[in-house]
């Protein structure tokens, strides 16, 4: 009884902070998309007053209000429907008359037109035998005609279903002076622009909750059987600093104490994995591009040299070479320049004197990599620094649109997959995980970067840095008896 109690305490906790995170999601995609809102805001205003200024068709509406006796015509007496069965039947007859052809073609002689310009409802009150009669048309003078055309007819052409009838108005008929559906210029701007903020909310409502991407990894687990090897908090900088790109190096301690203990577990995971299978070159990449796998590659690097280990990092991204300048340095050296300069490739690795770090990347785009990649040049330039270095680290481009990952994968002993937190679909992140699982590395693990710290505050605190040795409250917490372990 206890077990089962925990379990609806838990469903209930799951379920609020289900809701919680949709409302997130939601606010996310309000943030990005506010855009689509207004868009449809001023859309549905322009078409509410278009239809208003161009297709707006007035309409008048002439009504009456009545009971209805039956009884004997010859002698003149009649009762009125007092009980709910004849009630019923009186609500369930009017509409049927009202729509016979024997009564339109009766209302059309009587007002001697041949098509007729409007339209008749009826409305019954329930358990009574008060009846509302209202007509529509276009022209005012037309609906207050054919409605007393049908309240003369009415009795003798529903005669043969009810008997003999008999009407006692209560609001007689009038010709009506404005249109029933006037609206003015405000009103239609009003409700055109309600209605498309409505629309807009619904969609981005609709795209927050089918919106399957990676926020834990409980649902990587659902992908991947991966290991998180560590959940990298996103730095935040202060509103003045926003406008220029900021370094970000693990080894700065005005960065955040989470990010920078963050890394330290993660290097530690990777150098531990890495020795098990006696591997030294780790090849980062995620699924797309803006995961932040660049600026975690530079910073493994620092902390490697950091420890006195003989590092080179390759910017693999050939496409677009951002090593050097998240660094902070010029260089016009790359692996384009192994393959097609005569020069010996070790007298063009870098080393940078700031952090220890040897390096290559030139910061000159290449159109065409995959035949600089394939190149036996570049697999013997990897194969003679796994001689000089104690690591290397390939940072690829992402690996769901071009096949530099896959052929740089081949050279390397491990990867690193990098998840940045609610940014790419799970199918997209199980596509590019399974594209490189075809190759010769091998998977270490992956890293969710720019993971909230409200996530982990709000129930997911068990993936979070605890997990993993370290906190970012400021409480140091020691690694080594949990990597001694490992």
């Known amino acids: 009884m206890k077990e089962y109690e925990n379990n609806i305490k838990n469903r209930e906790e799951e379920m609020e902070i289900d809701l919680v995170l949709l409302f997130k999601d939601f606010w996310k995609s309000f943030t ?21 200024y161009f ?34 039947q009186l609500s369930k007859t009017f509409p049927y008359i009202l729509d016979s052809n024997f009564f339109k073609s009766t209302l059309l002689e009587r007002i001697g037109k041949d098509e007729l310009n409007g339209d008749i409802t009826s409305e019954t009150i329930e358990n009574s035998n008060m009846v509302t009669m209202k007509v529509y048309s276009s022209n005012p003078q037309d609906a207050k005609e054919i409605l007393d055309a049908a309240l003369e007819i009415y009795p003798e052409t529903a005669r043969f279903v ?9 609001d007689e008929p009038e010709t009506p002076t404005q249109p029933y559906n006037q609206m003015g210029i405000i009103q239609s701007l009003v409700l055109g622009g309600g209605i498309g903020g409505l629309l807009g909310i619904l969609l981005l409502g609709v795209n927050a909750f089918f919106r399957k991407t990676a926020k834990t990894p409980e649902e990587m687990r659902k992908i991947t059987s991966l290991r998180c090897l560590a959940t990298v908090p996103q730095i935040h900088f202060k509103a003045r600093k926003k406008q220029k790109k900021q370094k970000i190096s693990v080894l700065d301690k005005r960065i955040s104490y989470g990010y920078r203990e963050s890394l330290r577990a ?71 320049d192994i393959v097609i300069e005569n020069t010996e490739a070790k007298a063009m690795v870098q080393k940078i004197k700031e952090n220890g770090i040897w390096f290559l990347g030139s910061q000159t785009p290449v159109k065409q990599p995959a035949s600089i990649l394939s190149s036996f040049k570049v697999r013997e330039f990897i194969l003679d620094m796994k001689e000089e270095m104690d690591y290397i680290i390939i940072d690829t481009p ?72 370290y906190q970012f409250y400021g409480k140091r917490k020691s690694y080594e008896g949990e990597y001694k372990n490992n």
Request: aromatic share 14%; proline share 2%.
């Open 32 to 52: 990005r998309l506010w855009w689509v809102v207004l868009l449809l805001v001023l859309l549905g205003s322009g078409s509410c007053f278009s239809y208003y």
């Open 266 to 336: 993660l290097q530690l995971r990777l150098e531990n994995g890495m020795k098990k299978d006696q591997g030294k070159v780790l090849l980062i990449s995620s699924t797309s591009s803006g995961e932040g796998k660049s600026t975690l590659a530079v910073n493994l690097a620092e902390l490697f040299a950091d420890q006195g280990k003989k590092v080179l990092l390759i910017d693999g991204d050939l496409r677009k070479q951002d090593d050097a300048e998240i660094i902070g340095i010029k260089n016009d050296i790359g692996l384009q």
């Open 398 to 469: 992402p690996c769901e649109i071009f096949q530099d990952a896959g052929i740089l994968a081949d050279y390397a002993d491990h990867i690193l997959y990098v998840v940045k937190y609610d940014c790419v679909p799970q199918r997209r992140i199980w596509e590019g995980i399974s594209f490189l699982g075809g190759h010769n590395a091998k998977f270490l693990g992956y890293v969710f970067n720019h993971y909230p710290e409200s996530v982990s505050e709000y129930g997911y605190g068990k993936y979070g840095y605890k997990k993993y040795g």
């Open 162 to 170: 009810l008997g003999s009838i008999q009407f006692d108005l209560l």
């Open 55 to 88: 297709g707006y068709e007035p309409i008048y509406e002439s009504k009456a209000t009545f009971t209805v006796a039956t009884g004997d015509k010859e002698n003149g007496s009649y009762n009125f429907y007092y009980n709910s069965s004849t009630a019923d």
